[in-house]
Nanobody, 130 residues
Framework: RVQLVESGGDSVQAGGSLRLSCATS????????LGWFRQAVGKEREGVAR????????YYADSVKGRFTISQDNAENTVYLQMNSLKPEDTAMYYC???????????????????????WGQGTQVTVSS
């Protein structure tokens, strides 16, 4: 069974940076897909970034391209989300999610949406003030 635990959420000023961490257990790094999602109050949960663990390919929502970076550390069993140039509209609960194992290749991870992810963490709050 895959377990995910997020950390690193905080309150920051606009323009600041944060790094979120997601500690994984039971996740297959040789063939899996990890994603970060976020949900603001009153809005639907949306995808932010995904990484195909088998090859390291990454995918981003247009709203965060050039500002956020997803990465993984296989040795530490952790996936990160580096968030720079934060904006008030980035305020949300951020969730880590996993597909493991991934019965497909990186194209499946590229196309994956929230309903494709069976494993979720409890979330970590990011608040960006102007």
């Amino acid at each position: 069974r895959v377990q995910l635990v997020e950390s690193g959420g905080d309150s920051v000023q606009a323009g600041g940076s944060l790094r979120l961490s997601c500690a994984t257990s039971g996740y297959t790094y040789s063939s899996g897909c990890l994603g970060w999602f976020r949900q603001a109050v009153g809005k639907e949960r949306e995808g932010v970034a995904r990484i195909y663990s088998g090859g390291g390919s990454t995918y981003y929502a247009d709203s965060v391209k050039g500002r956020f970076t997803i990465s993984q550390d296989n040795a530490e069993n952790t996936v990160y989300l580096q968030m720079n140039s934060l904006k008030p509209e980035d305020t949300a609960m951020y969730y880590c999610a996993a597909i493991s194992p991934l019965y497909g290749d990186r194209s499946y991870c590229e196309r994956a949406r929230k309903d494709n992810f069976p494993y979720w963490g409890q979330g970590t709050q990011v608040t960006v003030s102007s």
